[in-house]
């Protein structure tokens, strides 16, 4: 058993996502409480070529902990390969294999959701990954409930992940042909969960304390896993837990506070020179601003202007300006001197 399940804890995992949940988010949203940490996917070839673009996709802090790396790849012997370099440069808690992303340049090299079509290739990647790791780390798995309609296979998918080893299996409840329409299937997930020993995390439709509660109790996942609602609030897992733990549901974040992250989360992206230099930096982030800043009022003007920012200044003088517009100096707007 991950220790992370022990003593009836229902853990709040951050679902890894590409260009999104770098090591900088991830440290907010460990602060705003999420208990688990995937890094974003990285490719096993490059890993064993030591790409060094690829290698800085496997970096986390222990303050992130516990942390899992998250491999993608259609080879086992080399995934199991780029999996003990991994553990070599950086003892993750775990390594975590993509067997759902949807996109069409991994579903193309025989990665991602590709390997649902294929479980004679699932397993043989899952069982080379575990034999390579041995007992180093614990391995786990991502997946999605089947390729389209007509294929969910999930349950028959889990069982062949359990035998070749995965020690918890996290499961989007769409196919890859949904990609991200629709509704997330639980019916189906709550039957993986059924149909297996190990933890599965479920993932799909998570927004709030209420739906993290409505999963406890209604279905048999261990654990849960929040993607894209933490993308424009990272304080879901914050407010989770309060909900979770008084069935009462918190105060709104404040505008306030809202911009006091997004100039810290710039700050903190300039700092960490993950995507070049300032400049870079800035404009890697903007899709990332105008997600923060969906629901505010006068949203659309200012995402047009969040859409074109290209330093830091410009982000701090934008959060000035929209809180003194909106609160007439009524409420402290001095968003470029908030701490760090």
């Given at each position: 058993m991950?220790?992370?399940?022990?003593?009836?804890?229902f853990?709040?995992?951050?679902?890894?996502?590409?260009?999104?949940?770098?090591?900088?988010?991830?440290?907010?949203?460990?602060e705003?409480?999420?208990?688990?940490?995937?890094?974003?996917?990285?490719?096993?070839?490059?890993?064993?070529?030591?790409d060094?673009?690829?290698?800085?996709?496997t970096e986390?802090?222990?303050?992130?902990?516990?942390?899992g790396?998250?491999?993608?790849?259609?080879?086992?012997?080399?995934?199991?390969?780029?999996?003990?370099?991994?553990?070599d440069?950086?003892?993750?808690d775990?390594?975590?294999?993509?067997?759902?992303?949807?996109?069409?340049?991994?579903v193309?090299?025989?990665?991602?959701?590709?390997?649902?079509?294929?479980?004679e290739a699932?397993a043989?990647?899952?069982?080379?990954?575990?034999?390579?790791?041995?007992?180093?780390?614990?391995?786990t798995?991502?997946i999605?409930?089947?390729?389209?309609e007509?294929?969910?296979?999930?349950?028959?998918?889990?069982?062949?992940?359990?035998?070749?080893?995965?020690?918890?299996i996290?499961?989007?409840?769409?196919?890859?042909?949904?990609g991200?329409?629709?509704l997330a299937?639980?019916?189906v997930?709550d039957?993986?969960?059924r149909h297996?020993?190990?933890?599965?995390?479920?993932?799909?439709?998570?927004?709030s304390?209420?739906?993290?509660?409505?999963?406890?109790?209604?279905t048999?996942?261990?654990?849960?896993?929040?993607?894209?609602?933490?993308?424009?609030?990272?304080?879901?897992?914050r407010?989770?837990?309060?909900?979770l733990?008084?069935?009462q549901q918190?105060e709104?974040v404040?505008?306030?506070?809202?911009?006091e992250?997004?100039?810290?989360?710039?700050?903190?992206a300039?700092?960490?020179?993950?995507y070049?230099?300032?400049r870079?930096?800035?404009?890697?982030?903007?899709s990332r601003?105008m997600?923060y800043?969906?629901?505010?009022?006068?949203?659309?003007?200012?995402?047009?202007?969040?859409?074109?920012?290209?330093?830091?200044?410009?982000?701090?003088d934008?959060a000035?300006?929209y809180?003194?517009?909106?609160?007439?100096?009524?409420?402290?707007t001095?968003?470029?001197?908030?701490?760090?």
């Amino acid at each position: 058993m991950l220790p992370w399940f022990s003593n009836d804890q229902f853990p709040l995992y951050l679902a890894p996502m590409a260009g999104v949940t770098d090591v900088v988010f991830r440290s907010i949203c460990k602060e705003l409480g999420a208990d688990v940490m995937v890094t974003e996917f990285v490719s096993a070839e490059g890993i064993i070529r030591q790409d060094d673009r690829t290698r800085k996709y496997t970096e986390f802090t222990d303050e992130q902990r516990p942390c899992g790396v998250q491999i993608f790849g259609g080879d086992g012997e080399r995934m199991g390969e780029a999996a003990k370099k991994i553990i070599d440069w950086k003892q993750p808690d775990f390594i975590d294999i993509n067997f759902g992303c949807p996109v069409n340049k991994v579903v193309a090299k025989n990665g991602g959701s590709s390997l649902l079509k294929n479980c004679e290739a699932l397993a043989s990647v899952a069982s080379g990954v575990a034999k390579a790791v041995g007992d180093q780390v614990p391995v786990t798995a991502k997946i999605r409930i089947g390729w389209d309609e007509k294929t969910i296979n999930a349950t028959d998918v889990c069982h062949i992940l359990q035998e070749e080893g995965m020690q918890a299996i996290s499961i989007h409840g769409r196919t890859r042909a949904q990609g991200y329409r629709g509704l997330a299937n639980w019916e189906v997930i709550d039957a993986c969960a059924r149909h297996v020993s190990v933890p599965v995390i479920g993932n799909g439709d998570i927004h709030s304390g209420v739906d993290v509660k409505h999963r406890r109790e209604t279905t048999a996942v261990s654990g849960v896993m929040i993607g894209r609602a933490a993308m424009q609030n990272p304080w879901v897992f914050r407010e989770a837990k309060h909900y979770l733990a008084t069935g009462q549901q918190p105060e709104p974040v404040p505008i306030l506070e809202r911009w006091e992250m997004i100039v810290r989360h710039c700050r903190m992206a300039v700092a960490s020179n993950r995507y070049g230099n300032e400049r870079q930096s800035i404009m890697a982030m903007r899709s990332r601003l105008m997600t923060y800043c969906k629901g505010f009022p006068g949203a659309k003007p200012l995402r047009q202007r969040l859409c074109i920012v290209s330093s830091l200044m410009e982000v701090e003088d934008l959060a000035a300006e929209y809180l003194n517009e909106q609160f007439s100096g009524t409420e402290p707007t001095e968003c470029s001197h908030v701490d760090a």
